[in-house]
């Protein structure tokens, strides 16, 4: 199974910005469809945003209009740069990677907490 790394996360004040990454550890490793979700204390894990091969994207409501994702596809990389944070965004993000036979990947995922 070929990992997915995330990095970028850490402690922001609330209207504050971060930009995660996440890449394939395996060079020529191709993901069709990538996707941000995040998990915060007691709660179920929520979709935040994909964007596929082609650069289509789609967002969550919560994070719509303040969250960009993209992706560079020769780096087998995808971002996501956050804006205007808030502490409701405070969770562990993961990144999950569906290759070309539909096999899903997961990251192990990186703290982002929003507090002043």
């Known amino acids: 199974q070929v990992p997915l790394v995330e990095s970028g996360g850490g402690l922001v004040q609330p209207g504050g910005s971060l930009k995660l990454s996440c890449a394939a550890s395996?060079?020529?490793?191709?993901?069709?469809?990538m996707r941000w979700y995040r998990q915060a204390p007691g709660r179920e894990r929520e979709f935040v945003a994909l964007?596929?091969?082609?650069?289509?994207?789609s967002y969550a409501d919560s994070v719509k209009g303040r969250f960009t994702i993209s992706r560079d596809n020769a780096k087998n990389t995808m971002y996501l740069e956050m804006n205007s944070l808030k502490p409701e965004d405070t969770a562990v993000y993961y990144c999950?990677?569906?290759?070309?036979?539909?096999?899903?990947?997961w990251g192990q995922g990186t703290q982002v907490t929003v507090s002043s």
């Open positions: 999950n990677g569906i290759d070309a036979s539909s096999n899903p990947y």
């Open positions: 395996r060079s020529g490793f191709s993901m069709t469809l």
């Open positions: 964007i596929t091969r082609s650069g289509a994207t």
